[in-house]
T-cell receptor, first 112, second 116 residues
Framework: NAGVTQTPKFQVLKTGQSMTLQCAQDMNHEYMSWYRQDPGMGLRLIHYSVGAGITDQGEVPNGYNVSRSTTEDFPLRLLSAAPSQTSVYFC???????????FGSGTRLTVV | AQKITQTQPGMFVQEKEAVTLDCTYDTSDQSYGLFWYKQPSSGEMIFLIYQGSYDEQNATEGRYSLNFQKARKSANLVISASQLGDSAMYFCAMREQGFGNEKLTFGTGTRLTIIP
């Protein structure tokens, strides 16, 4: 099983550029989320989805968009990259119920 | 608002000793879940153990157990017989249950180093 697959693993952007971080899971999980991890901090929720066609904002949504057209995919779009968005981004998914999240391996993004 | 506090930024432990990583939480909800994740130097987040607020027994998964004290709002992770491969960052996290509540709140983590 592939689990949760994130691409790319590394990315360098210039300020103002846009890009999409890809996330796909093959476990038929209903719930998917995007988190960012900054030094000295735990992970913080950006956006999440409880099913295809349903998304909502998390703790730090500004500057990011998401969509969920299928159960498997949950891309994260950076609209106009800023240095403050330099971070490690994790996608995660889980089943409905009292279950933990399965995380992808992360995308390390640097905005210069 | 939910909050997770991990007061040990770093710990050094001798191999084969037991380790307790502290975690306290704050929530006004009665129904919630508590999680521990391991993050090795390679960067991935590995799910270790889960405890529901209504679970009467402490959760166990192999060498991992969760010492859940609801009245004190603590959810400490205990690793028995530590190994060199246990060296990593460990994060405690909480999610308030309820449909649509998907915010997993993380603590700032504890860096555990196992000494041979």
């Amino acid at each position: 099983n592939a689990g949760v697959t994130q691409t790319p693993k590394f990315q360098v952007l210039k300020t103002g550029q846009s890009m999409t971080l890809q996330c796909a899971q093959d476990m038929n999980h209903e719930y998917m989320s995007w988190y960012r991890q900054d030094p000295g901090m735990g992970l913080r929720l950006i956006h999440y989805s409880v099913g295809a066609g349903i998304t909502d904002q998390g703790e730090v949504p500004n500057g990011y968009n998401v969509s969920r057209s299928t159960t498997e995919d949950f891309p994260l779009r950076l609209l106009s990259a800023a240095p403050s968005q330099t971070s490690v981004y994790f996608c995660a998914s889980r089943l409905i119920g009292p279950y933990g999240y399965t995380f992808g391996s992360g995308t390390r993004l640097t905005v210069v | 608002a939910q909050k997770i506090t991990q007061t040990q930024p770093g710990m050094f432990v001798q191999e084969k000793e037991a380790v307790t990583l502290d975690c306290t939480y704050d929530t006004s909800d009665q129904s919630y879940g508590l999680f521990w994740y391991k993050q090795p130097s390679s960067g991935e987040m590995i799910f270790l153990i889960y405890q529901g607020s209504y679970d009467e027994q402490n959760a166990t998964e192999g060498r991992y157990s969760l010492n859940f004290q609801k009245a004190r709002k603590s959810a400490n992770l205990v690793i028995s017989a530590s190994q060199l491969g246990d060296s990593a960052m460990y994060f405690c996290a909480m999610r308030e249950q309820g449909f649509g509540n998907e915010k997993l709140t993380f603590g700032t983590g504890t860096r555990l180093t196992i000494i041979p």
